[in-house]
């Protein structure tokens, strides 16, 4: 089992800049991928960013250029820095981690956070 736990959400203007953090526990061994997604209030989720072991991450266009997924193994952290932000990418923002063991994959999802950009 994985716990994921967001924090880092808020309200910020457009312009400005937040930054998220997902803080895993439980077997964290066993992840091999994590991914940042957000749902926006009628909207389906929709993935931001994913990044799998070794590779690069892979960022939805709308984001390119002014999100930074980075992660930070000792501490078993993955943060989003948010640039640039824009009213459009107001949503929860959820973490998600896939994990194998053996030739089982499991997801896992955090509660989510909120960010709200003003115009």
């Known amino acids: 089992q994985v716990q994921l736990v967001e924090s880092g959400g808020g309200l910020v203007q457009a312009g400005g800049s937040l930054r998220l953090s997902c803080a895993a526990s439980g077997n964290t061994f066993s992840i091999n991928r994590v991914a940042w997604y957000r749902q926006a209030p009628g909207k389906e989720r929709e993935l931001v960013v994913s990044i799998s072991s070794g590779d690069k991450p892979i960022y939805a266009d709308s984001v390119k250029g002014r999100f930074t997924i980075s992660g930070d193994n000792a501490e078993n952290t993955v943060s989003l820095q948010m640039n640039s932000l824009k009213p459009e990418d107001t949503a929860v923002y959820y973490c998600?981690?896939?994990?194998?063991?053996?030739?089982?994959?499991?997801?896992?999802w955090g509660q989510g956070t909120q960010v709200t950009v003003s115009s």
């Open positions: 998600k981690a896939s994990s194998l063991v053996g030739e089982t994959e499991s997801t896992y």
